[in-house]
């Protein structure tokens, strides 16, 4: 079967040639173990994280080694009584076409609910993130003004529809004109902004927000982060849940030092790994696959299609490609 490895750390934006494709053969499949066949794989920006040789909450990918990451599976062959072949199944595995896993690996998801899919975006790990950074550290109450940044992206998405869901007013920010009239006309925002064609974001966020910002959720960092800040709140809070702006950068860039407004705005601002929620994920899945159910949440992704575009895929993330979950289906 085929598989992509790492082949190298990437300095800065990565490259197609930091990945490359390999042959291997699969062992025979030992009880208790199931032997899987990957039908869509995630593409996440934590991922440039773990291409680079440094510690941080998720070990380093290694070089020669296969990339992992969330991926839905068929089982093939079972020797677990947990699974029968036909099941689908998610789990954190290999970026390899064929593998094999251990029954613990494994998590079988309910495809009479929502497509196989939705369990990588909506109703996996970007959905939870979402929930638990909005509803538990940003404690949205209704009439409240909640800004999100990456807002068309896995997790923005959902943050935006969850907001409004809690009757919040919501402005997204995003990178092209035709995602800032997608949040407004299919996903319910009240106003948003494309962040690549705004001279002044200061002036153009205290527009979309006459009452000021009270829930910041923060996906990005960097410049859109500052002007943000210049409208926060009393009171604020900000989930700090991503800086993609900052990830493929090899010095850290200096901006505005905006902590004596979140200072005397009495801020408050929590970093957060969606991990952190792991014991109350029943309670997020409940929330939103209710959501999903009721057509209060669209589960909407950008499909790749062909195993070999992996890279392809994840690196598009760093140029704004998808709207909602980038996926790929092998
Ligand atoms: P997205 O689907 O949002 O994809 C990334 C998006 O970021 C792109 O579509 C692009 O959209 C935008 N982007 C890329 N580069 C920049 C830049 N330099 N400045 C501003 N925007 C940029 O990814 P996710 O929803 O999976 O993740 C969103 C954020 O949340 C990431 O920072 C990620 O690391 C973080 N995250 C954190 C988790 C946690 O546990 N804390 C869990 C999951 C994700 P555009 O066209 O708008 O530029």
Redesign the pocket.
Known sequence: TEQIVLASRPKGLPVSDDFRMMQVELPVIKPGEILLKGLYY?V???M??RMNDAKSYAPPFEIDKPIYGGVIGKVMESLSEHFRPGDMVVGNFPWQKDFIATEKEARKIDTSLAPPSYYLGVLG??G???Y??LIHIGKPKAGETVVV??????????VGQIAKIQGCYVVG????DE?VKLLKSEFGFDEAI???TTPDMNKAIAAACPKGVDIYF???????SDAVIKNINFHARIP?????????TTETPMGPRLQPMLLTRSVLMQ??????FKDRFPEGIKHLAQWVKEGKLKGTE?IEHGFQNLPKALL???????????IVEA
């Open positions: 995630s996440d920006p934590y440039r994280g790990m970007t939870l993130t979402a638990f950074g940044s990456g807002a068309a992206g896995a997790v923005g998405i959902v920010i995003a990178g092209s995602k494309n962040y690549k923060d996906n990005v960092g960097g410049e859109i700090l849940c991503g800086q993609i702006s900052l990830y493929n970093g957060f790994i969606v991990g952190d950008t598009g993330l760093f140029k704004g490609d998808n709207t909602g979950k980038m």
